[in-house]
């Protein structure tokens, strides 16, 4: 359990953290969600122990961090923004270390390896892995000591579709058994369909506490947020010619530009269906309205041109032609 009452952290004369309540129970996933400068950050360094609070009580299973440390670290699992890896490593010898360091059989490398879907990867040196690779290794490496309470900072930071998926049915798994979850997040994207509870951060202030994530999600207008250059645009779905998966980002393809969505190909397709969006491909989400031609290459090659003023053109994979045939009844 995570106990968070009238807590407040002043740093240079200035309050940077007054939280009121936050109370996370065992079997609970509890998001936290702040911009850059909401003071998140200085909450995590209060949650390790890294800093005293000014005023209030932060117990974590009956513990205070800054008091019980060893008892604590035993108890506690925590993934950081930063990764910490031993980038010259193998994936097997970094979670060897902390089975070493917790005093646990060798099988639990093993074991850590098999959950986090990297088993394969034993022996690559974590310089060799890519970003959500290396995002799930630091994963496995905080759940190494079966803790009873998680606290993860940004875990799906820098993740591909894969790995976002993996990590996510993870926590859940985690929550299901008991664990007591406490997500600290920039945004918003992700947590909707993890998280019991989301509480929004501003200014050190709790702003918002929303109850039921997925279900006001689903009852809200849907608008896609991007980030520009200091600041946020909402952009309408029918402005979207296509979206694509590059390399763990989506790419949002209207005529006059492309974004970068915080949110996977997948929860687009989730959110769009009803908006006349189509999953051409396994990297291709399309707005239909904007379709102007299905173009057959071969008898198992396709392709989508739009009706933009450069007559893009992108793949339809076999099954998916086979689907808007059904769909179109052409």
Known sequence: MIQIKNLQKIENGITVVDIDQIQVEPGEIVGVVGAAESGLDTLMKLLTGNLQPSAGIININGLE????????????????????????????????????????PKSRVEDVLNIIGLADQARVQVKELPSGLSRRLAFGRSIINHPSTLILEHPLEQCDEKSIFILKEIIKHEAKNGTTIFILNEDIANLEDLCNRIVLVKDGHIAEVIDNPQKASTELPFKIPVKLEGRVALLNPGEILYIEAVQGRTVLHTLESQLISQFTLSELEKRLQRSGFFRAHRSFLVNLQHVQEVIPYSRNSFSLRFSDPKRTEIPLSKNAAAELRDLLDY
Not at 80 to 100: H, I, R, S
Request: proline share 2%; glycine share 4%.
């Open 65 to 104: 961090p800054t008091k019980d440390k060893s008892q604590f670290c035993t108890e506690v699992g925590f993934l950081f923004k930063e990764n910490g890896l031993y980038v010259n490593q193998t994936a097997k010898k970094n979670l060897a270390f902390f089975t070493k360091l917790y005093r646990l």
